[in-house]
Every structure is written in structure tokens, then in C-alpha cells.
């Protein structure tokens, strides 16, 4: 029996916030990995977070994956909000169109009653092509609007699975195991210390956008994903964070 059995979930949220130094830590029962209900309760308590952050003239920037997929998915509209503008934080990466970020800023725009504006920019164009794809005025206002973010509503995963989601070549996952990337978030991998050893080049925030954001959560869970997200929350401070009992009790006990 560990002390956060006996003391509850409240309990390890705040040793939780306290451990990653950050705003705000909530933790909800169970492991994602092993059953299915708890990703619904962290996306419950993700999009509570984001109506309770969301102001009327905001721009709402959001990634793709199955996590933030959830979120989309369970987000019930409290107050119309018609001057936020949705936008994906970064350029279109991922193969399965339901878990793209555009796919996802469409759906969260539908429920909250916003506008919303997509990126069309394929990951697989060179910084030349990127460029050159910069001349186009619609994508320019798009990539403007994107870099005026003020609040994040972002997935965090693991080096080396987003590598093998995203279809890396042998090669490149070699080279982020040897230059061990344990984490990935908005297209950057990290190492635990924090540095980037790798970035998808595309459109969108960049990493220091992500260290000035005024708002930013992070949702992600499962104790596979404890040593990426005790990563990224350590880059943060001022970020909130909702995960499962299983990734903060695997935080807690080893990082
Ligand atoms: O690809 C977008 C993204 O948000 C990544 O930045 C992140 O690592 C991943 O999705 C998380 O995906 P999932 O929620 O499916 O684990």
C-alpha cells in the first residue's frame, strides 16, 4: 500500500503539482492503458479545464492524437463562444485523419461555437517548400493567427513511439534512442533533461512560443507516458497538466 492509496487521489495530485513545479496538477482514477473509461474522465476534466481557461476573443490552439481525439470528443459546449478562433498549434503530421489536429480543431470549434482556421501543410515539405508555401496569403494568415495563441491545449508522447507513429526510417530512431529522446510534443523530441534533439519541420508555434504561452494544458496518461510527461511539465512551470492515477503514482515512485 503506497501512501497515495491510503490518502487518496487528492493527495497525489498535490504531491504531484508539487514534484513537476508546476500550476496545477488533477489526476483522475485508474490507468488508461488498461481500461477504457479513464481516458473519457482525463478528457472530462481536460475540456472542464479548457471552458474554465477560454476567454471570448482567445485563440485556442490544439495538436492532434487519440488524447486530444478524446477530448474533442466528450467537450459539450456550456457557453457559445464565437470570437474564440480554434487553430492546430503546428502543421499536419499523421497518417489516421481522426487524430490529426486540423480533424480535431474542427470538432472542438463545432462544439464551442467558434470559428476555426486549418493549416494545410504536409510535414513532409522541405524548409524550402515551407517557405515558398509562406508566400500563399490564406496559409500566412493562418501561421499569423497560429503565432498569437494564447492558450494550448497540447498531447504529450513518448520519443520513441511518436518516431515509430510518424514512420521514421530506422536510422532516425536509432539516432533518437542514442541521443536519448524520451519525449515529443508539438512535433520537438526531448531529452529527460529537457533538451531537443529533434524537430519536425512544418509551420506553427515553435518552441519558445510554447515557453511564453499564457495557457497552456497538457493531457496525457498511462504509466508508459510517466517519463515524457514529467519531461515536458519540468520545461513549464506555468502549465496545468491532467493525467491518470497510473502516470503520477509511476512519476512519484521513480522520477
Ligand atoms: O501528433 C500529435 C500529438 O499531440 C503529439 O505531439 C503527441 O506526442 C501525441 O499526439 C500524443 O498522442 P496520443 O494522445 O495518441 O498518445
Redesign the pocket.
Known sequence: ESIYQLRGIRHLQDSLQKKLGIRNAYVVSGNLEEEEYVLNDMAKVASMQLQQTLEDDMVLGI????????VAEVLTQMRKMEHVTVVPA?GG??REVE???NTVVAQIARKLGARYMLLHASDTLSKEALQSVLNDPAIKKVVETIKTTRCLV?????AD??AR??EFSQDQIDMLSRQRAV??????YFTREGTIVHEIETLGINFNDFLKMEHAIG??G?AR?AE?IFTIARLKPSMVLVTDEAAAMEIMKHF
Open positions: 495538436t492532434g492524437g487519440s488524447t486530444m481525439a478524446a503546428r503530421f499523421g487524430k490529426q489536429a497540447f498531447g504529450i508522447g513518448r513511439e511518436m507513429r510518424r519525449a515529443e510534443s508539438f512535433g520537438f493531457v496525457a498511462g507516458k515524457a
